[in-house]
């Protein structure tokens, strides 16, 4: 199974391995955490992010998660994302690299460190 994708900062991060536990703002407020395939990474984190550079992205793997993994667009358009519907365990986390902008501020899957 291939792996998913979220993008959190690196203090985030951090909170989470000393948990235990990922949990992002938006398991409270949406009941789900934002991922993305790997060709939607650039796109998000220009749409979210740009001009950060305190990002990492977190490479999940979908077969070390105990809750539920659903691809759905909830804010219209076509393309399905991958929303985790629970806390990702550190352990579910097989990589992590830092997300560097380029100088204009823009992010490619490729600047992912």
């Known amino acids: 199974m291939s792996p998913i994708f979220h993008i959190t900062s690196e203090q985030a991060w951090a909170d989470a391995q000393a948990q235990g536990n990922y949990t992002a703002d938006s398991l409270a407020s949406e009941g789900f955490i934002h991922c993305s395939e790997p060709h939607q990474v650039a796109w998000v984190a220009n749409q979210r ?59 490619s899957f490729d600047r992912a460190r």
């Open 49 to 107: 992010f740009r001009g950060r550079s305190d990002l990492v992205l977190l490479h999940i793997d979908p077969a070390r998660l105990q809750v539920p993994v659903r691809y759905e667009n909830l804010e219209g358009g076509r393309e399905l994302f991958p929303h985790v519907y629970g806390p990702v365990p550190v352990s579910a986390v097989v990589s992590v690299t830092r997300l560097l902008p380029s100088e204009d501020g823009t992010f």
